[in-house]
Structure formats: C-alpha cells, structure tokens
C-alpha cells in the first residue's frame, strides 16, 4: 500500500558517472543519486549564498528533465510495483539521440533544452504519462488550488484535471531546470556565463536520453532522491 506522505516521479536524468549529471548536480549543489548535497558549482560574478538561493527550488527535486510530474501513489498501488513498472516500460521503449542540449531562458528561469525539436522525445513523454498514470492518486484539493495559481490556457486545466499536470502532450517542453527565477536585468547575462561553463565542461555534444528514472520524495518539502532506474532499449 501507498505513503500519505510520500511522492515519486519519472524523470529523465543522466547516468551518475557522467559529465552532464556532474555538472547539472554541482549547478545546483544537491546529487540525487546519492541523496546529499555537494559543493555547489557557482558560476563567477555571483554571490555564493545568493546563489544557493537561486538555485533552492531546483536542488530540492535534483537534477532532471520531467516526464511523469511528482504524484502520490493510488491507493492500491505499492512502491515495489511502480519500479517493477519502470523495468518493463524500459524494455520494450526506444532511447532517443538528441544533437545536444543548449542553455536558454524559459519564462524566468533558466534551464537545458533540446537544440531543435525532438518528435521521438515528446512521444516518448506522451506515453510515460499515459503509462504510469493508474499509479497515482488523484490531485487533492490543495494541490489542484496551487497549480491554478498559475495562468494555465482551459486546455492546461483539463490536461491537470485528467492526469495531474498541466503541461504534458502539445504543452509538453523537455527541460532541465538550472535555476529558480531570475530578475529580468540579471537573467541573459547569468545565462551567458552558464553557457561558457557547460561549453567548458565539454557538454556541446550529443546526449543520449537513454533512461528513465524513478526520484522518491519522502516527506513534504524533503528533497528527492533517485531510487531505481531503467534503460531504454
């Protein structure tokens, strides 16, 4: 049977051994795969403590790019059943080559995305949201409220009603989250300077999104941790 307390979601996050892990993970100063935090990677010209400010709302869910948004499991559904579901979902799905990844600006924050579109990728989370959705348990009324807190179009709202998230299939943009809100005045400099870093790092390659992967949450407000994974054929 299922936590009251605790949530879970599938992401899509690189293979902890790997350059873009290390380098998302350090950005926000938290390795999910491990559970604890590291010393943060502070881009030059801000201020360290600043910084982990930015970066708080990122750190808390770990270094990632969403694919079944944060739930609580249905009633009748345990937490072993949900990684044997992750196996089997792996198996029979195909990984999908990107030509890379690029930091930009979405809204205010600033993230990763894809450097074109990736049809095979937005089918991939189309049907990960499909997939996994008679594992979790209906929105409450408190979580339905906060997320009406934000503009959503009347096709969000149906699409956060059906299957607990607004922004899946048409609405759906694969990204992995750098930073929390950033001022206007600040915020294409601050991605500027991010940009040299990854280019540093050696990121300006390919990127396999070759897994998928389950992060746990177990108390309100406690951060997620990577629990199992699974690798696409």
Not at 156 to 182: K, N
Not at 187 to 202: I, K, N, P, V, Y
Request: aromatic share 10%.
């Amino acid at each position: 049977m299922s936590s009251s307390t605790a949530r879970y979601a599938i992401y899509y996050a690189p293979a902890p051994e790997s350059p873009l892990w290390a380098f998302g993970s350090a950005l926000i100063g938290y390795d999910a795969a491990t559970g604890k935090k590291v010393q943060p990677l502070v881009p030059q010209g801000q201020d360290p403590d600043r910084w982990m400010a930015l970066t708080a709302e990122p750190r808390r869910y770990g270094f990632h790019a969403t694919l079944k948004a944060p739930f609580h499991l249905a009633v009748a559904a345990s937490e072993a059943s949900l990684i044997e579901a992750v196996q089997d979902f792996a198996k029979v799905h195909h990984r999908v080559i990107l030509d890379g990844l690029k930091i930009r600006c979405i809204g205010s924050f600033i993230a990763m995305t894809p450097l074109q579109d990736a049809p095979e990728l937005n089918e991939l989370a189309a049907r990960v949201v499909r997939h996994f959705d008679p594992f979790r348990a209906p929105l409450s009324a408190h979580e339905r409220e906060r997320r009406l807190k934000s503009p959503l179009t009347e096709r969000q709202i149906a699409q956060l009603d059906q299957w607990g998230y607004p922004y899946v299939f048409d609405d759906f943009r694969f990204h992995m989250t750098l930073t929390g809100p950033v001022h206007n005045d600040d915020r294409t400099g601050l991605r500027d300077t991010l940009r040299q870093m990854a280019e540093s790092s050696g990121l300006a390659h390919p990127v396999s999104i070759d897994r998928i992967v389950l992060f746990k949450q177990d108390e309100p407000k406690g951060h997620f941790k990577i629990i199992a994974d699974a690798r696409l054929q």
